[in-house]
């Protein structure tokens, strides 16, 4: 079987003949050709970064770019612009105007967070004017080149729907300690915006239900210690259910993107119908045994992930490396919804010849 075909054999309910092995290698790529990523969704097809997921053996499926663009109607004003090592982010509106600030992180290869778009509650009042005149362009076009660009290699899942309210707030309106003092405090306005974002978000997923993607993405980086399953239930829970409904009634398979740790949030997941868990991070990043994952989740579920970050590195020996990535295979014997991946993204620094090795590990140790 391709790795386009054994992943296309697990969304089905089917067992494969090997594991699927698929990975973003995408911030790994750019620290490699020192060349730095942008932090939008709106950016051309990655050429080079297929053709060395390909020669590394390694199934493609996302950071491949969004196929819907994000536009805003009347009077608000939204601009993303780089100067130097700054990245800008300025929504203008009647209501007022906010921006956020990034800089560049020569050592993580990412955006750190300077200066937050929210730094009062009167800022809120800006976002949730700009929010409710959000407006969705299919670019379904952009899509039919992913696939056929990857071919075989490739399962490209539809992006580009934005973080849900409460994620939006947590991750990069106000952070973390921000949003929760806010959510206590003011109450009736946070709870009102919220509610407005995840409505619109709602149409994007529309709009994705019309594309001929096979999987739907949200990329809310959930994590338990930050979207505890409580703040879940309450801010996003509803969100997800409705998401959840419209991707399967069109067909389709609905994926959300994790970025930590999972303990009582995975089973909120199952509840809301979720089919597939990415970017799944076990012990010693993450907070619980890949048994324990497959446990908290279910059989049902598509685990997806894998591979601690700190196993990656050139200090952890290859024989331990191994040892880790069988630990997620052996899952197989449980229930075949399962994808080996990457953990969240393989980390700059990561030898190309460790990368190749995955695909000779899984084909031996990950084969039904």
């Excluded at 996302?62 to 004003?77: K, P, S, W």
């Excluded at 992913?146 to 729907?161: F, I, Q, R």
Aim: net charge negative; glycine share 8%.
């Amino acid at each position: 079987m391709t790795p386009r075909e054994r992943l296309l054999t697990v969304l089905h309910g089917e067992t494969p003949d090997v594991v699927p092995w698929f990975a973003d290698l995408s911030n790994w790529f750019n620290a490699e050709r020192k060349q730095r990523f942008i932090p939008s969704q709106d950016k051309e097809l990655d050429i080079d970064m297929i053709e060395i997921c390909k020669e590394a053996g390694t199934g493609i499926y996302i950071e491949l770019g969004g196929i819907i663009d994000t536009v805003y109607d009347g009077d608000v004003e939204e601009k993303q612009r780089i100067e130097g090592d700054t990245f800008l982010w300025t929504l203008k509106t009647p209501a007022g105007q906010i921006q956020e600030v990034r800089t560049y992180n020569e050592q993580s290869c990412s955006w750190d967070i300077a200066r937050r778009m929210v730094q009062n509650i009167k800022d809120v009042n800006v976002v949730r004017y700009a929010m409710e005149r959000r407006q969705f362009i299919p670019r379904f076009d952009k899509y039919r080149k992913m696939v056929e660009v990857c071919g075989e290699y490739g399962l490209p899942y539809a992006c580009g729907v934005p973080y849900s309210g409460l994620g939006f707030f947590i991750s990069r309106f106000m952070g973390v300690e921000n949003t929760i003092y806010a959510l206590h405090d003011y109450s009736e306005e946070m709870g009102k915006t919220i509610e407005l974002i995840n409505r619109v978000n709602l149409d994007a997923i529309e709009f994705l239900c019309d594309s001929p993607a096979e999987v739907i993405l949200i990329s809310d980086n959930l994590s338990s210690d930050v979207q505890s399953p409580t703040l879940f239930q309450k801010y996003s829970a509803e969100y997800y259910t409705k998401a959840a409904e419209k991707i399967h009634r069109a067909g389709k398979f609905f994926a959300v993107h994790l970025d930590g740790r999972v303990r009582g949030l995975l089973t909120k997941l199952v509840q809301c119908g979720v089919d597939i868990a990415d970017a799944l991070t076990p012990k010693p990043t993450g907070d619980l045994t890949p048994k324990a994952i497959r446990a908290e989740g279910g059989n049902n579920i598509i685990l997806s992930g894998g591979v601690s970050p700190v196993f990656w590195s050139p200090n952890t020996s290859e024989k331990d490396f191994i040892a880790h990535v069988k630990e997620w295979l052996n899952l197989k014997t449980i229930s075949p919804r399962l994808i080996m991946s990457d953990g969240d993204q393989t980390p700059p620094g990561t030898s190309f010849q460790r990368i190749k090795l995955m695909k000779d590990i899984v084909e031996e140790y990950g084969r039904y």
